[in-house]
């Protein structure tokens, strides 16, 4: 039995789920059924008993079962190790989610201290190809499952740079105005800046020597493309200071954390990801989903959940076998979802298999 899983999961009025409940063994868990069943709203619910907006990035609104727009609530029984947890999320209409463990109003961050959860969706092939925005996310998203207090560090930073900015567009020149709100940019920047390199290194550490069939990636982080990012706080508040005339003509903050990307080197290749091929950058994903899950068990105690949306689909069958086999290993409960049960055959009876079925815009759920 695995040392975190859920035990059950319940769905109400969640995206095409009117009600969905399950009853899980700790086992991987395959789902199948047609596209547009309701097979990754699953998933979606799963990734909202983390910090953050979930898988889909969506509000609460967007979440919410139409047309009955009642609202949602998500309730899981969550054990990890020898401990037991009740967790409830819920968000009525035009309302932020609230978060309840063990029947008690928590933070979200709770959240992240009692369970760690990945995902990797379809969405996210993209990633070495497309802006930074969505490397920044995935950067941070990892570094978040190691520190759960990364998110507060995040949200401080970006509240007072939306400060600074305002400063800014309104052409504000009194240098009294801007030192508070530096500040706090720039001590929140840099435990953004130190808890991104620590988990690059956790990552790196639990690639190396790995028996695994995915290939290993070498992860950067960068600045913007005029210079580094500066690391320490004092550094920071002094770029600030230093860039304040700049960031005037541009209306907003050309430097900081913010800035950052994420640069990946397929290693045995020696060329960089987004120079690879479409097979070759999911397996990259895959292979770094696998050392971040790898990293949080030895860090952590207990593997993560991983939410694995249509990972099945575009692997050859020795590579899906050699997926499933080292989940397995892991000991992790794995959420993957595909069209057909025929993709999660290697898996045998080491899975917990459930159909999702659609009845007239409402999905259906059967444990087979």
């Given amino acids: 039995m695995t040392a975190l899983a859920l035990n059950e999961l319940t769905l109400l009025h969640f995206r095409s789920h009117k009600r969905g409940r399950l009853e899980l063994d700790g086992r991987p868990v395959a789902i199948y059924g047609a596209n547009g069943a309701g097979k990754t709203n699953i998933l979606e619910a799963i990734s909202l008993l983390s910090p953050g907006r979930g898988l889909r990035r969506a509000s609460a609104d967007e979440m919410a079962r139409q047309p009955e727009a009642l609202g949602w609530k998500i ?47 379809p969405a996210m092939d993209r990633l070495w190809i497309e802006g930074a925005d969505g490397r920044r996310r995935f950067l941070d998203r990892m570094t978040l499952s190691f520190e759960p207090n990364h998110g507060e560090a995040t949200l401080t930073y970006e509240k007072a740079m939306r400060e600074r900015n305002r400063l800014l567009k309104d052409q504000v020149r009194d240098p009294a105005w801007y030192g508070a709100v530096e500040g706090q940019m720039a001590k929140a920047g840099a435990a ?30 960068s600045g913007p493309e005029d210079g580094p990012t500066p690391t320490t706080q004092s550094d920071l508040a002094d770029a600030f200071a230093d860039n304040r005339q700049r960031d005037l003509y541009a209306g907003r903050t050309l430097i900081g954390p913010h800035r950052a990307d994420l640069g990946a080197i397929y290693v045995a290749k020696d060329i960089a990801a987004k120079q690879c091929s479409t097979g070759e950058q999911k397996a990259l994903l895959i292979s770094l989903i696998l050392a971040n899950a790898r990293a949080i068990a030895d860090d952590f105690g207990a593997p ?25 290993a892991l000991g992790a409960q794995a959420w993957m979802t595909g069209t057909g049960s025929e993709l999660f055959a290697d898996l045998g009876g080491r899975a917990q298999n459930i159909e999702v079925s659609e009845d007239d815009g409402t999905s259906m759920i059967a444990t087979c």
């Fill in 75 to 121: 309730t899981g029984v969550l054990r990890r190790l020898h401990q037991v947890y009740e967790v409830e999320t819920t968000a009525l209409p035009e309302a932020s989610r609230q978060v309840r463990i063990d029947g008690k109003s928590a933070t979200q961050t709770a959240l992240g201290r009692i369970a760690r959860i990945l995902w990797l969706v």
């Fill in 304 to 328: 993560p959940l991983l939410l694995l949306d249509e990972v099945a689909a575009h692997l050859d069958a020795d590579r899906r076998a050699a997926l499933y086999d080292e989940i397995c």
């Fill in 192 to 221: 953004i800046v130190q808890n991104r390199a620590d988990a690059l290194i956790r990552v790196a550490a639990a690639q190396e020597g790995a028996k695994t069939a995915f290939p290993v990636a070498a992860l950067t982080i």
